[in-house]
T-cell receptor
């Protein structure tokens, strides 16, 4: 365990479903991130939160909706996804925004398959 | 396009040999670089980092070299072990807070 926990580990959903991914960290970090990892592509930054405020929305379609109710939890709400959204979704945290010393701490990811 | 990239998608080495994984970056303003290791079914794990005011940094069995002149970064793994088999990513920090990742090199260690 890295200190960042993501649930569920695997998710299969239809294009009309609504589901949520959950990320939890108890490292005392103030910044949290969602990344998308597709096959043969670099990790793509989706959203950045600092002290529960969204500071980055990296041109992500509105069918992805993040939520950060407190500094320990981050959600990614999904609705009407497309098959090309199938990927590994990674959550990460860092002590503070702009402080990448020792990098981010990543969770193990949620493997999402859209059918 | 991406600002960091790895030279080879796959690398096969024999157990006990040294491994070298290369990475190029394009933004001369990048001031912080990180190497990550990602094993199957897991998220990326921090290996080693280096700031732009350094040329070399050593960890346990790993060394990162930074050549700012040619914008090149390398990860050297000494005495490669089967447990080193994974995908390795370089990342740079050039926009204040967002790490920018390359595609990754898959390292396969053969007995």
């Amino acid at each position: 365990e890295t200190g960042v926990t993501q649930t569920p580990r695997h998710l299969v959903m239809g294009m009309t479903n609504k589901k949520s991914l959950k990320c939890e960290q108890h490292l005392g970090h103030n910044a949290m991130y969602w990344y998308k990892q597709s096959a043969k592509k670099p990790l793509e930054l989706m959203f950045v939160y600092s002290l529960e405020e969204r500071v980055e929305n990296n041109s992500v379609p509105s069918r992805f909706s993040p939520e950060c109710p407190n500094s320990s939890h981050l959600f990614l709400h999904l609705h009407t996804l497309q098959p090309e959204d199938s990927a590994l979704y990674l959550c990460a945290s860092s002590q503070d925004l702009g402080q990448a010393n020792y990098g981010y701490t990543f969770g193990s990811g949620t493997r999402l398959t859209v059918v | 396009g991406e600002s960091v990239g790895l030279h080879l998608p796959t690398l096969s080495v024999q157990e006990g040999d040294n491994s070298i994984i290369n990475c190029a970056y394009s933004n001369s303003a990048s001031d912080y670089f990180i190497w990550y290791k990602q094993e199957s079914g897991k998220g990326p794990q921090f290996i080693i980092d280096i700031r732009s005011n350094m040329d070399k940094r050593q960890g346990q069995r790993v060394t990162v070299l930074l050549n700012k002149t040619v914008k090149h970064l390398s990860l050297q793994i000494a005495a490669t072990q089967p447990g080193d088999s994974a995908v390795y990513f370089c990342a740079d920090l050039n926009s204040g807070y967002a790490l920018n990742f390359g595609k990754g090199t898959s390292l396969l260690v053969t007995p």
